[in-house]
């Protein structure tokens, strides 16, 4: 499995981006994908997942109620929409695949065996 982030960039506090995530390869109904983030001088952290067959959204408290996350099969697309952006969300973004199968979607970065390079967002306040 092959993913391949884009869509990140420059954004002003309040303002809005999206993210997607282009995935390539072998994919099942049973995976889960994810994005996770890391800020200069931090640990990498969860942000939001869903499960390649659809549904089993999870969030970081940190974003709930601004980002969303969700997914085109037929575009073989997973995408995280950004609103209401704050300094904070300043991050390099990862996408992440999950092949485990499992009933619950994870959000521990250890769990997902495929990762995207990561996509540059910096929001100034």
Not at 79 to 93: R, V
């Amino acid at each position: 499995v092959q993913l391949q982030a884009s869509g990140g960039g420059l954004a002003q506090a309040g303002g809005s981006l999206r993210l997607a995530c282009a995935v390539s390869g072998r994919t099942l109904s049973s995976y889960a994908m994810a994005w996770f983030r890391q800020a200069p001088g931090k640990e990498r952290e969860f942000v939001a997942a869903i499960r390649w067959s659809g549904g089993g959204e999870r969030y970081a408290d940190s974003v709930k109620g601004r980002f969303t996350v969700s997914r085109d099969n037929a575009k073989n697309t997973v995408y995280l929409q950004m609103n209401s952006l704050k300094a904070e969300d300043t991050a390099i973004y990862y996408c992440a695949a999950d092949s485990s199968g499992g009933r619950v979607v994870l959000t521990a970065s250890w769990r997902y065996d495929f990762w995207g390079q990561g996509t540059q967002v910096t929001v100034s306040s």
